[in-house]
């Protein structure tokens, strides 16, 4: 069974920086787009990025466009989130969610969902 596994996740204060990372133990990784969602007790899931199967061509949620990054590694199945100039409101479970198809913009389909990992920062 392919598994989706964060790491990275952790307590950071107001400005700095966490680098998520998700492994896939897939073999279609490198054929498939990557996104990453964050999601709150009793809030709806959102999107925060995505990034297509080669990795040319990315997306990303407005609340985070020019703070945060995603990458590709399709050597190692990875795909990774970085997160500059973090804020407290960033403060959330991110997943990581496998498309189902090579794009992985906002309206993408995604069927694949890792476990999560919180990211707190506090106020």
């Known amino acids: 069974q392919v598994q989706l596994v964060e790491s990275g996740g952790g307590l950071v204060q107001a400005g700095g920086s966490l680098k998520l990372s998700c492994t896939s133990s897939?073999?279609?990784?490198?054929?498939?787009?990557m996104g990453w969602f964050r999601q709150g007790p009793g809030k709806e899931r959102e999107y925060v990025a995505g990034?297509?199967?080669?990795?040319?061509?990315?997306h990303y949620g407005d609340s985070v466009r020019g703070r945060f990054a995603i990458s590709r590694d399709n050597v190692k199945n990875t795909v990774y989130l970085q997160m500059n100039r973090l804020k407290t409101e960033n403060t959330d479970v991110y997943y990581c969610?496998?498309?189902?198809?090579?794009?992985?913009?906002?309206?993408?389909?995604?069927?694949?969902w890792g476990q999560g990992t919180q990211v707190t920062v506090p106020s």
């Open positions: 897939g073999l279609a990784f490198s054929s498939v787009g």
């Open positions: 969610a496998e498309g189902k198809t090579i794009t992985a913009s906002p309206k993408s389909e995604f069927g694949l």
């Open positions: 990034i297509n199967w080669a990795g040319g061509i990315t």
